[in-house]
């Protein structure tokens, strides 16, 4: 099985023309026609519904369950609860490696929050179910909650994000802070938020002796795969997961959630097929969130507005019963040039289910912050916050000093403003008003993530036809992967996309990684692109051995792959098609599977980012302080774009995100009991049409040969984080009033203007 070497040509050079091409979803006819089957749209025959039963108090034990009452109800079938339910393999407290989180799933009466899951009915109707579950009218022994930034006594965690130190220093933070000539010393806060994708979670879960079947929607496969063979003890081999499509992920599909465990679960008790899925008040709890943070930013700056000093420091929660903590400080790691820059948390442990991945962990809640503390520091220096940052941003990564494309973030810097029209901004705020009499403020933000990459595996086949197949587990919530990835295939198969099968979303198919940290294309892509290049010389050894081909004997030439047909690299004169090569050979068709994977070198050389600047235009009502964002533009290098399309619409995606995190988004709690008191969309406020301005986005133009061996960059997480400081920043400049406490509400800005 070839090993893909990221920083080698090829030895089968191919030209394609699917890679760069605006090509609209494979899968949107299937979705806009309702033909796409999601996970709960499965229904096997005898099944079941099932539906948990949750807790209403965040801290405490459940003294009982009226379960007999439940049973008696017409069509329940059973209830479990935390003394009747199968048995699992481990403790499901155990962890057995850095992505495995403990979950609830019946194991004790003990509560630890609000909406966790404290019994599972079983029913034949979704009525029943529901009716039943009401039935158990819990009764609690209730301690005091433990809630937000002050809960209880702080400490530094041992990681923060995955397995990232909780401090980086570098320089002297104190003397670089006693030398500037100004400073700022501020405090930003940020709430928890959490997921709302359009498909809540489910799974549909049928037990054939010790065969497992399930659908679900999944941003791991086989991460899933591996979390349901350990806990129930069966081999790998004996589980089948199908997740063709998702209806939005934002991380917290990423890992096998608690109420999944418990709908496979639910299905060995009956032994019927059994469908779970969550309501979405039940969302907010046992699947994971962002946890929200205090930050304190102090920086420093010469008197000619250069950075002296860079001090970040952030606390954020976790729950009590587990390990993860938003790694909201290390925003501050990339960006600009200080020679003196510290990086720290510290958290508290709250009553809630454990904060997760969402959609940028840390650099949406670190970034806000820092762009906002940024601009503050522009004003000081009496400096344009552009000028400022064009003067400051770093040309090197300033911790561990490796380069990076910092060239690509200058020209997103430029690009951005001249389409914004950046240079008629005055300096001070509250000069702009539009002919309504509103107050018009225009702010920017400096956009990053890092380019991540993992490891995925790919089949590829050549078939007499002359069409092919790529095989891959991977997976689309809404991204276009299956669009892109099909781009790819064709391109490294030599054949136009609609001769190319391609098969994904289902854990039979071979590994794909995650779909996360923005890093499937470019994970996925490399394991396809060399499984294309495997295939591709499967099919050359055949054409350059036998003595019937054109082709013979142009092994040390090389061949190149393009519409079909193979063609000697010295003389494309020469050439046949794929068909006649397997035709004369006899066989059917040729297959070969690529890996894909990071390339340490690479790593240790260099650091990999993606970058972009967004600009923002508000509109204040002076008298109200209703806020509403009348235009964005983004400007975003992010290296190879495989489907202008598919990378337009995510960076819209995130542009709009962070629209909400600056101005909507917020979940409330409860302070006595711990309860999310806004666990729905009707009260959980995130952008609906009417909020999301005209928005722009540039794709600046990049070729970073060093971050994999297709130059491919994420981009779905990257638009979040400039465009919540931007509009942070807007606001700023349109009344003058600097809110650091957000989402921003209209009773700052009254009651301070």
């Known amino acids: 099985m070839p090993e893909l070497n990221l920083t080698s040509t090829p030895a089968h050079l191919r030209h394609g023309s699917n890679i760069g091409q605006p090509l609209t979803r494979r899968d949107g006819i299937l979705k806009v026609t309702g033909r796409a089957t999601y996970a709960a749209d499965n229904h096997p025959p005898g099944m079941l519904f099932a539906v948990m039963a949750v807790s209403s108090i965040s801290r405490g034990r459940v003294v009982s369950l009226d379960v007999a009452a439940a049973k008696r109800h017409p069509g329940v079938v059973d209830v479990m609860t935390h003394d009747h339910k199968p048995r699992l393999a481990i403790d499901p407290e155990v962890k057995t490696n850095p992505f495995v989180f403990r979950m609830e799933v019946l194991q004790s009466n003990e509560v630890r929050y609000a909406n966790q899951?404290?019994?599972?009915?079983?029913?034949?109707?979704?009525?029943?179910?529901?009716?039943?579950?009401?039935?158990?009218?819990?009764?609690?022994?209730?301690?005091?909650?433990?809630?937000?930034?002050?809960?209880?006594?702080?400490?530094?965690?041992?990681?923060?994000?995955?397995?990232?130190?909780?401090?980086?220093?570098?320089?002297?933070?104190?003397?670089?802070?006693?030398?500037?000539?100004?400073?700022?010393?501020?405090?930003?806060?940020?709430?928890?938020?959490?997921?709302?994708?359009?498909?809540?979670?489910?799974?549909?879960?049928?037990?054939?002796?010790?065969?497992?079947?399930?659908?679900?929607?999944?941003?791991?496969?086989?991460?899933?795969?591996?979390?349901?063979?350990?806990?129930?003890?069966?081999?790998?081999?004996?589980?089948?997961?199908?997740?063709?499509?998702?209806?939005?992920?934002?991380?917290?599909?990423?890992?096998?959630?608690?109420?999944?465990?418990?709908?496979?679960?639910?299905?060995?008790?009956?032994?019927?097929?059994?469908?779970?899925?969550?309501?979405?008040?039940?969302?907010?709890?046992?699947?994971?969130?962002?946890?929200?943070?205090?930050?304190?930013?102090?920086?420093?700056?010469?008197?000619?507005?250069?950075?002296?000093?860079?001090?970040?420091?952030?606390?954020?929660?976790?729950?009590?019963?587990?390990?993860?903590?938003?790694?909201?400080?290390?925003?501050?790691?990339?960006?600009?040039?200080?020679?003196?820059?510290?990086?720290?948390?510290?958290?508290?442990?709250?009553?809630?289910?454990?904060?997760?991945?969402?959609?940028?962990?840390?650099?949406?809640?670190?970034?806000?912050?820092?762009?906002?503390?940024?601009?503050?520091?522009?004003?000081?220096?009496?400096?344009?916050?552009?000028?400022?940052?064009?003067?400051?941003?770093?040309?090197?990564?300033?911790?561990?000093?490796?380069?990076?494309?910092?060239?690509?973030?200058?020209?997103?810097?430029?690009?951005?403003?001249?389409?914004?029209?950046?240079?008629?901004?005055?300096?001070?705020?509250?000069?702009?008003?539009?002919?309504?009499?509103?107050?018009?403020?225009?702010?920017?933000?400096?956009?990053?993530?890092?380019?991540?990459?993992?490891?995925?595996?790919?089949?590829?086949?050549?078939?007499?036809?002359?069409?092919?197949?790529?095989?891959?587990?991977?997976?689309?919530?809404?991204?276009?992967?299956?669009?892109?990835?099909?781009?790819?295939?064709?391109?490294?198969?030599?054949?136009?996309?609609?001769?190319?099968?391609?098969?994904?979303?289902?854990?039979?198919?071979?590994?794909?990684?995650?779909?996360?940290?923005?890093?499937?294309?470019?994970?996925?892509?490399?394991?396809?692109?060399?499984?294309?290049a495997a295939v591709i010389a499967k099919l050359a050894d055949l054409a350059t051995s036998d003595e019937r081909s054109p082709l013979f004997g142009a092994g040390n030439a090389g061949v190149i792959a393009r519409d079909g047909r193979l063609l000697r690299r010295d003389d494309e004169s020469r050439g046949e098609s794929y068909s006649d090569i397997l035709a004369r050979a006899g066989v059917a068709e040729v297959e070969a599977r690529g890996t894909g994977a990071p390339n340490p070198a690479a790593m240790e050389e260099y650091a990999m980012h993606a970058h972009g600047a967004v600009f923002a235009e508000v509109k204040v009502d002076p008298e109200l302080g209703q806020v509403r964002v009348t235009r964005m533009a983004g400007a975003f290098a992010a290296g190879r774009i495989v489907n202008p399309r598919m990378v337009q619409s995510q960076l819209f995606g995130g542009m709009i995100w962070g629209l909400s995190f600056a101005l909507h988004e917020e979940a409330i709690t409860d302070r006595r009991t711990g309860r999310i008191m806004n666990a729905n969309l009707g009260e959980y406020h995130i952008p609906v049409n009417a909020d999301v301005p005209p928005l722009d986005v540039i794709t600046v133009e990049e070729h970073d040969p060093h971050v994999n061996a297709l130059g491919i960059k994420g981009v779905g997480e990257i638009g979040i984080t400039g465009s919540a400081g931007a509009v942070a920043n807007a606001v700023w400049h349109a009344t003058g009033v600097r809110v650091r406490r957000f989402p921003i509400r209209i009773e700052e800005l009254l009651t301070r203007r």
Not at 210 to 230: H, K
Not at 247 to 264: T, Y
């Open 117 to 532: 899951p404290i019994a599972v009915v079983i029913a034949e109707t979704l009525e029943a179910a529901t009716e039943g579950a009401v039935l158990l009218a819990p009764r609690y022994e209730v301690q005091p909650a433990r809630v937000g930034l002050d809960a209880g006594e702080s400490f530094v965690p041992p990681v923060v994000g995955v397995g990232n130190p909780a401090e980086h220093r570098h320089g002297d933070i104190e003397a670089g802070l006693a030398s500037a000539e100004k400073q700022i010393d501020a405090i930003y806060e940020t709430p928890p938020q959490y997921h709302n994708a359009m498909e809540p979670h489910a799974i549909v879960a049928s037990w054939d002796g010790d065969n497992l079947s399930v659908d679900m929607p999944t941003q791991g496969l086989m991460l899933s795969l591996a979390r349901i063979a350990e806990l129930f003890g069966i081999a790998h081999d004996k589980i089948h997961i199908r997740s063709p499509f998702l209806g939005g992920g934002f991380g917290s599909k990423g890992l096998m959630a608690g109420p999944q465990v418990l709908g496979v679960m639910a299905a060995k008790l009956v032994g019927k097929p059994v469908k779970l899925v969550l309501r979405r008040e039940q969302m907010y709890g046992p699947v994971g969130h962002r946890a929200p943070t205090r930050q304190r930013l102090r920086i420093g700056a010469d008197g000619e507005g250069r950075l002296a000093a860079l001090d970040h420091h952030a606390r954020t929660v976790s729950s009590t019963f587990d390990d993860f903590y938003e790694p909201a400080a290390d925003a501050s790691h990339t960006l600009y040039a200080a020679p003196a820059i510290r990086t720290s948390h510290d958290a508290v442990r709250v009553n809630s289910g454990t904060p997760l991945f969402m959609r940028a962990p840390g650099e949406a809640t670190g970034s806000i912050a820092l762009e906002s503390a940024i601009d503050e520091m522009a004003w000081a220096c009496g400096m344009d916050p552009l000028a400022f940052r064009l003067k400051n941003y770093a040309e090197v990564e300033p911790i561990t000093g490796k380069p990076f494309s910092s060239k690509a973030l200058r020209a997103c810097y430029e690009q951005g403003a001249a389409r914004f029209g950046w240079t008629k901004r005055p300096l001070r705020p509250r000069q702009m008003r539009d002919d309504a009499g509103l107050l018009v403020g225009w702010g920017m933000g400096t956009a990053t993530f890092p380019a991540l990459m993992f490891q995925a595996e790919a089949r590829a086949v050549l078939r007499r036809d002359g069409s092919g197949a790529m095989e891959i587990g991977a997976h689309d919530m809404g991204q276009g992967a299956w669009t892109a990835l099909a781009q790819i295939a064709a391109d490294e198969l030599g054949l136009d996309i609609d001769r190319v099968e391609f098969k994904a979303g289902s854990s039979d198919l071979p590994d794909a990684g995650i779909a996360g940290g923005s890093a499937h294309t470019a994970t996925a892509g490399a394991a396809i692109r060399s499984a294309g």
